[in-house]
């Protein structure tokens, strides 16, 4: 059986090699495959499932996007979520950058990629994509190793998988074929990118075979902050062999890549109602971040001091060694056996915008500094770098200032992942069955050290630092009060270590009950044990304005040493018609445990006030953090034909665990008490994905999302003015999910071929900031324009237009103004992240 299997993956990296052949070959082989994948449903599925045998598409009992060669080099997605604009159920947030995406998928409500987890050639690239302040796409990036991405939504991958309650991103490297071969991508843009892919792969001697690649580039990036915003690249080394009976594999590579982290920009309702960019700001390309606030020497309570620099951004450098064995065992048994060892050092530097204010409002605040000020009769601003007074009524053409936040993260991580697979097809009652046994190990050590000061901004592309000034009455500075800029030394402070060992065994097992009928099962059950300690807070006074309220440690610890454990299922079953048509349903008991993520930094604001308050914080600590429980449901209908393909999927998320703060009133005692509460999400959702071939010349694929997202039982009581306020949220709509989602994406084939013209047409419904959906994300729409022309058998060329029209969709509000209840509400000026504004990429790459 596993010789079956061997040979079918020995036919498909034949097939694979074709992706270094001439490039005429492989658009028409693109276009061959195109036609026979909707006409037979025939694509190799390795996502998802476990067993000897082969599974396609056409035979999956679950939700599943194959994102082909292709369709990923005519998109160029510049980020892992930008690649993933595409699957049907995520809505994906990449104006951040090429690191520290957003996805939500199918009304689970967790931010970054909290609900799906990231793999490379089937393993974990993190066991937890979502550890503290980590994103899994900032361990990852995509270059020309990469050759197709397959994504899971929901289904099996709970059961398959750690830390993926609604899907599993499979992103599968080349396969190297019995010829020598390789390619060469040069890309440049107008963002000052220059960019150089590559990967070479051939056989060696005694059956082994290679595999080298990786890509390194430079830019100065679409919002330019004065400095090379995206510098570094990586290097991948890939040896394989076949043997009689099995498969091993040995992979290294090394990443040392730092990119620009992109935060919100001042932004305005104009009078038509509009949502723009303020005055003096440019919406489409600019960014708060500049040289003024690119390095800072910032003072600290010990004098030991912390160097920033926002020119580092998301700096990771890491070191990742893969082995990966297929072997059979006798009696019809086979294992595979795969094994992740990963080094990840990261620096995550960004200037946040924490909140906007007219300079005037700010001034006004600070009204009582005056009285320390002898001879001092009103307050003002300067800029720094000595350029002269801020006019509170017009500066920029704005008025406006910005609190920003210079921070500063450091987290080294270091993890080993193994998964280990026993596999059996056979025979009972006449019927087939495809057992897996598998066993699941992750041991994570994190280091997790923060520090972060205030500046003050004005409102425009690059802000200029301000300081604060006591003024005469004659206008002259009698005092600077503010430091060089820094408001505040020290308004953010973090120290905390912790390791994690998680293990999970699990069954599955696919019941090929006739010709037609399958029935998939598996179950999953996992324990999470986390030990560490958190450094409890202190504040000091410095002596000056700046420094006098810097957070620094204690010299107290808190410690923890917990586990958390829980059982997850899931049952479908798959009915085809024919081969081009079929049925499946499916539910799913999912969960997720806790992070080591979720203790480290639990005690982010545990000060050390008294004996009292740091026993609360070791009492808190030393509680479990809460397992996210959730249910999911789907029903889906797949039909394909020479011309036509479509895959319809009717979904269902029931999310346990939204929490939220609850004031209870004692009517005896007159006493409010704060109390931990928890509501539910619901979500009832459709998803549709079709492609259309009429004639070799065109094609058309349309992928649409609609979603009613919900929030159950989320009342609680606020104190307003020293009384209980009731607040109900039910029914209001999932913060930053839209109710419609849709992607067109058309594409004509001139000249034989070689000529490709390609529109990704994107729609996104209106969302909200906060919960109590008091402020809005209006509705966008987004052209991105492409092209491939060859030039020779061996020279291709590509060309990109991203964001056409310089739309300002908005993708986030401000989230350090509250996602409860925002305190941006009814503000005529506040902080949002648009879209990335146009952009122009070009691309000449040779096969050889």
Known sequence: MLDNRLASAVCRALLLSSALAPASVLAQEAASASRSSAKDLDTVIVTGRSGTGVRTKAETSYSITNIEEEQLRMQAPTSVTEALKSVPGFWVEASGGEASGNIRARGIP???????????????VVHDPALGYLNGDQAFRLDETIERIEVVRGGPASVMYSNAPAGAINFIPRQVGEDASGVFKYTVGDSGLNRLDFAYGSPLANGWKLLLGGFY????????????GNDGGQFRLNLAREFEGGRFSIDAKRMDDRVALYLGIPMYTN???DIRAVPGFDGNHGTL?????RYLSMKTADGRGWDFDNSEGTHVKRDQLTFKLETGLGGDWELAQSARFSRTDTIRNGVFPNSLTPAATFLAGQKNLLASVPGATALGLRYVNGSGGFD???QNGNGLMVIGGLRGLDIPVREFVSDTRLMRSFALGGQQHDLTLGYYLASTREDYTRYSSSVLMDA??????LDLVALDANGNVVRTLSDNGVWRYGYEWNNASGEQKTQAFYVSDEWQVNDRLRIDSGLRWEKASSSGWNEVRRSVNGGTLATSQMLTGSGLYVNHDLASHDLGWSVGANWQFNDGMGVFGRWTSAFRLPSLGNYITRNDNCDATSAATVAACASANGKAADTQTMDLAEVGFKFANP????YATAFYTKYDNVGFSNYRFNPDTGVST???GYASTRTFGLELETAWYPTDWFDLRVNATWQDAQYRDLRYSELVNDAPVLRDFVGNQLIRVPELGARVVAGINLLDQRLRLQAAAEHQGERYVDTANSVRLPSYQLLNLSARYELSERVSMYGYVDNVTNSLGLTEGNPRAGELASSDAGASAFIARPLLGRNYRLALMYRF
């Not at 580039?217 to 090379?228: A, H, L, S, T, W």
């Not at 425009?460 to 630092?465: E, H």
């Open 674 to 676: 704060r109390e931990a």
């Open 289 to 293: 971040a500049g040289p003024e606030t």
């Open 643 to 646: 011309l036509f393909s479509a």
């Open 460 to 465: 425009t592309d690059n802000a200029r630092l």
């Open 217 to 228: 580039r430079v830019e100065d990036g679409v919002r330019d902050p004065g400095f090379n």
């Open 110 to 124: 967790v931010d970054g990629f909290g609900s799906v987890t990231l793999l490379e050639d089937g393993i974990p």
């Open 392 to 394: 509170t009524a017009s």
């Open 271 to 273: 009078g038509d109602g």
